[in-house]
């Protein structure tokens, strides 16, 4: 059976809330991880199949988070970004450290889903 794990990391209980609602249409298990000790801890457990980050300061310092949570040169867990943040830059950044997909607030929580639901399939 494929790992239906969803790890959450977001400052915002209340974003990740939403996100986690969302993510109930799709039969995942999704675990919000209020700090990025938890989230790293977690993904080494869990080995989930997607990590979503709903904020950029995460990744400010660089792609050492991102090499945390995808320890080897897999592309598993999948990583998304959802930030305010729509700087051109910060976007290639990102993309140039390894996430697999940014998206920005105000969200379509359907292409959300529809994305989720792609990764399991």
């Not at 709903?54 to 988070?65: D, H, Q, T, V």
């Not at 995808?70 to 290639?92: D, G, K, N």
Request: hydrophobic residues 45%; proline residues 5%.
């Amino acid at each position: 059976m494929t790992n239906r794990h969803i790890l959450i990391y977001s400052p915002s209980e209340e974003a990740a809330a939403m996100i986690e609602g969302c993510l109930e249409s799709i039969a995942c298990r999704a675990t919000y991880c209020p700090t990025l000790e938890q989230i790293i801890t977690q993904s080494q457990r869990l080995k989930p199949r997607l990590v979503i980050i709903l904020c950029c300061a995460a990744l400010i310092n660089g792609s050492e988070l991102i090499q945390l949570l995808r320890p080897t040169s897999q592309h598993h867990p999948a990583i998304y970004v959802i930030s305010w943040q729509q700087s051109e830059q910060m976007v290639l950044s990102l993309l140039e450290m390894g996430i697999d997909q940014y998206m920005t607030f105000p969200l379509c929580l359907q292409r959300l889903a529809a994305k989720g639901v792609a990764l399991f399939e």
